[in-house]
């Protein structure tokens, strides 16, 4: 059955929701349940990767058009287009923005509620790829990490893969999207501490001059 739904943020405002089924036990005894925030020190800075990758990115296309003009031979325009890698990472960066995680895990299924509004679920009895109107959707076990897929007809594709320490101590969720005409996907690693709810979280977003600002209840800090 249906169970996994994603919210995916296309441009500006546009939302696309996507229902995920899946198959398999949970032959690995994993527990993800529990509360997470996000760490901001151990996780990927969106905007310090896609500078770092477009600046690899236009390297990679004047190193192709010197190679071409020299020989005369064929280029992927995918390589010369530079500027997608900084739409794709700013996708990334949207689907992968939650700063909280929600955990509930049983023998059969797990939830995984995110403070942005969306949830991921994924029923242990009915794992694997299954394609459908919408396109190609699952939840597998990759080892011991759970993880989850959607490949949309248009070549998007996202790809995230939860693993937690052996002593629990964190959750990385590694979130790859991918789209045709761009040359390569990119990444984007987060870390989740464990927290009692009720503490008082900081909520923080990263601004493009590389600042962060965080607010504690509410309140600016």
Known sequence: MVIVRFFLWVGL??????WVSADGPNRHNVDFSGSWELDYQ?????SE???????????????AAERAQNSGR???PRILNVQSVVGLGRLTEKI?????LTITQKDDHIVINRNDDFALV???GEMGWKENTIGIEGCIWDEDQLAFQVALPD?????QQFSIAADRSRINVATTVNVSGVSYPFTLNRVYMPFQPGEGLYECTYTIANQTSCTLSGRNE
């Open 42 to 46: 151990l996780s990927d800075h969106p």
């Open 96 to 100: 992968a923005q939650a700063t909280v």
């Open 122 to 124: 994924c029923d242990f």
């Open 49 to 63: 990767k896609i500078r770092y990758l477009y600046i690899q990115a236009r390297a990679q296309a004047k190193r």
């Open 74 to 76: 064929y280029v992927d």
């Open 13 to 18: 405002s546009a939302v696309i929701p996507v």
């Open 155 to 159: 070549g998007l594709s996202v790809y």
